[in-house]
T-cell receptor, first 113, second 115 residues
């Protein structure tokens, strides 16, 4: 158990809809990261938050947005969903300083029908 | 542009033998490298890491070697056990300040340890 909690585990929805994925980081971790893993691909970095503020951005679509709340949990919002958005979405957290590994949750599997 | 490459999609090794998983990278700004193991329906689990100032790091059965001049790292598992069967991801950290960081992942190598 990594200590990172993601909900829901599975999400099935239709094109054009909007969904919210939730992540609770490990206790004490201030950084939260979101990654997308499409079929048979590596994990692609989307965005990072540190203590409530955006710190780094990857190849995140404009239809996607995220935020980190005062209690440090984070949400990833995906809107105007397309078939190609079907993927595993992982959240990770880490301590901010030094060479600290990121610890991952078990992901949310998003299926667009 | 695949900055972290794992050219072997799969590897099969007998129990008790050494497993060697390889990873190449192109970005000379990467300063920290990690290996993750992933079982189906679970998130990646951190295994071992190495800073760019070192060339070897060992943790039990797992050893990571870094060759900066060749931009190559490898993970050695000795001895291999059936429970090691999983997908292994190599990752590298690029952008890094004390509060900003991102990992770039390879596409993974599926290791199967046979009896």
């Amino acid at each position: 158990d990594s200590g990172v909690t993601q909900t829901p585990k599975h999400l099935i929805t239709a094109t054009g809809q909007r969904v919210t994925l939730r992540c609770s980081p490990r206790s004490g971790d201030l950084s939260v990261y979101w990654y997308q893993q499409s079929l048979d691909q590596g994990l692609q970095f989307l965005i990072q938050y540190y203590n409530g503020e955006e710190r780094a951005k990857g190849n995140i679509l404009e239809r996607f947005s995220a935020q980190q709340f005062p209690d440090l949990h984070s949400e990833l919002n995906l809107s105007s969903l397309e078939l190609g958005d079907s993927a595993l979405y992982f959240c990770a957290s880490s301590a901010a300083l030094g060479n600290q590994p990121q610890h991952f949750g078990d992901g949310t599997r998003l299926s667009i029908l | 542009d695949q900055q972290v490459k794992q050219n072997s999609p799969s590897l099969s090794v007998q129990e008790g033998r050494i497993s060697i998983l390889n990873c190449d990278y192109t970005n000379s700004m990467f300063d920290y490298f990690l290996w993750y193991k992933k079982y189906p329906a679970e998130g990646p689990t951190f295994l071992i890491s190495i800073s760019s100032i070192k060339d070897k790091n060992e943790d039990g059965r797992f050893t990571v070697f870094l060759n900066k001049s060749a931009k190559h790292l490898s993970l050695h598992i000795v001895p291999s056990q059936p429970g090691d069967s999983a997908v292994y991801f190599c990752a590298a950290r690029g952008l890094n300040t004390c509060t900003a960081s991102k990992l770039t992942f390879g596409t993974g190598t599926r290791l199967q340890v046979t009896l």
